[in-house]
């Protein structure tokens, strides 16, 4: 008998790439993990769009000097496709509060995008998942509606996320509401137990969403705790959950997430992931680019790099808030100015202009050095070697900048799940790589928490906490570490998966 072979038509070809729609929730520190996350995908291969809602795209064109007219374009950003869908929000008039931004999009937003996700069905290629940011529901909605497998991107800590879960837990349980002297009577120190993953944790360091009292049924805080259960409901029932941060960071809190929600993946800081994806990627586009550029609201201050290249290194304090630049009841700026000014080191301070009159009035005599900005660009700032101490609101993306650039901080929580980040960042059972400022702090205490953290053993300390994370979140983005690794998986695992399910 002759030798017989296999035909090579009968290999199996490789699947064709994911088409993979991102909905991130209208505010920057939400959309900036999204394009981080949307440049990664693109550079393993999938096929990217970026869906905008219509009054932040709107504004994001303002920002640009760019008239947008009645119609504004769909565009394309370094191969990411970019749609916008109507949300009903005037830009001369938009919702003053977050409850009206929330019910606006969920009342307007999901047929819309319906409509989109079917049209986009019809293209080449077909959308195959909608990984939807976990406060924009509606989209998940939309997608099972449609027929289009879902995945959540929680934006922000695991820790925080961990910390919503428990929302529906304090209903149960009878913690909420909570009496209404709440603030001052002890109830915040209430440790709550059968939370897994962080021993010791209180309710003073859950998201702050969750402290209403019987007196708030049905106004805005209540609301948006009962929001928030619909959000984690949502997520449970998708078909994954993503994760910016990286497992040795969090993994006591991640493993503890595993049994409460679909398979979880850790795929941060996907800042430096994307660093890395886009100098071995082609897809990318290579380069040096900025992992969110081209996404802001907010002109950054030219000034700030060649003020820091004037100073020693690791001399300067730099202090920011946020993109809504909120102090919240940490210390009134004039307070934390005159401390600032005391402590002798000099300051970069991010401050919306009228929070700087009053600064700038508290240090009028020439008293300190210091810089004061509207905006600046984070990520250099942070880096630059004359930086040693961030003062910060504790939002996931600044407390990972600052991670990065091996930084420690100081502290002052506003709202949502900065409480719990802030908490882990200055336990030494937890991150350890700064300290909390005290609510309500005079310009003594602010003095004496930045020179201890500048120059005292409690600062020392956590300044090598940080830089030993850095170390550990820069081989967890690299080839082969733990965030880089489960980026791969979800591309098999869930995106090539659902593909097939789809096809």
Known sequence: MGSSTTPAAESKPPPPPPHVVLVPFPAHGHVAPHVQLARVLRARGANVTLVHTELHYRRLLRARGIDAGDDPPAAEDGGIAVEVIPDG??????????????????????EPFKTLLRAMLRRSPPVSCVVADTPMPFAAVAAREVGVPDVQFFTASACGLMGYLQFEHLLARGVVPLPSGYDTDGSLDKPLEWVHGMHGVRLRDLPTF??????????????????????MKTAA????????????MEKDVVDALKPLLPPVYTVGPLATVTASSSSSSPASGGGDRTATSGIGLLKEDERCMAWLDGKAE?????????????????????????????????????????????????????????????????????????????????GWNSILESVAAGVPVLGCPV????????????????????????????????EAMVREMMGGRKGKEARER?????????????EGGSSWENIGRFMEDVLLKVKETTT
């Open 314 to 394: 690791g001399s300067v304090v730099y202090l920011s808030f946020g993109s809504h630049a909120n102090m919240g009841g940490a210390a009134r700026p004039g307070e934390f100015a005159a401390g600032l000014a005391r402590c002798g080191s000099p300051y970069l301070w991010v401050l919306r202009p009228e929070m700087a009159a009053e600064v700038e009035a508290e240090v009028a005599g020439g008293e300190g050095d210091g810089l004061i900005v509207p905006w600046c660009a984070q990520e250099a700032v942070l880096g630059h070697p004359a930086v040693g101490l961030f003062v910060t609101h504790c």
């Open 466 to 478: 940080t830089r030993e994370w850095k170390r550990m979140a820069e081989v967890s983005a690299r």
């Open 89 to 110: 929000l005037s830009l001369d008039d938009p919702p003053r509060t977050l409850r009206a931004h929330h019910e606006a999009m969920e009342r307007n937003c999901l």
């Open 237 to 248: 029932s998708s078909k994954a959950v993503v994760l910016n941060t990286f497992y040795d």
């Open 210 to 231: 969750c402290r209403v009292t019987a007196s708030d049924a049905g106004d805005g805080n209540d609301w948006l705790m009962r929001f928030h259960v619909h959000q």
């Open 415 to 446: 709202l949502s799940e900065q409480t719990t980040n802030c908490r882990q960042a200055s336990s030494a059972a937890a991150w350890g790589i700064g300290a909390e400022l005290p609510q309500g702090a005079g310009r003594e205490e602010v």
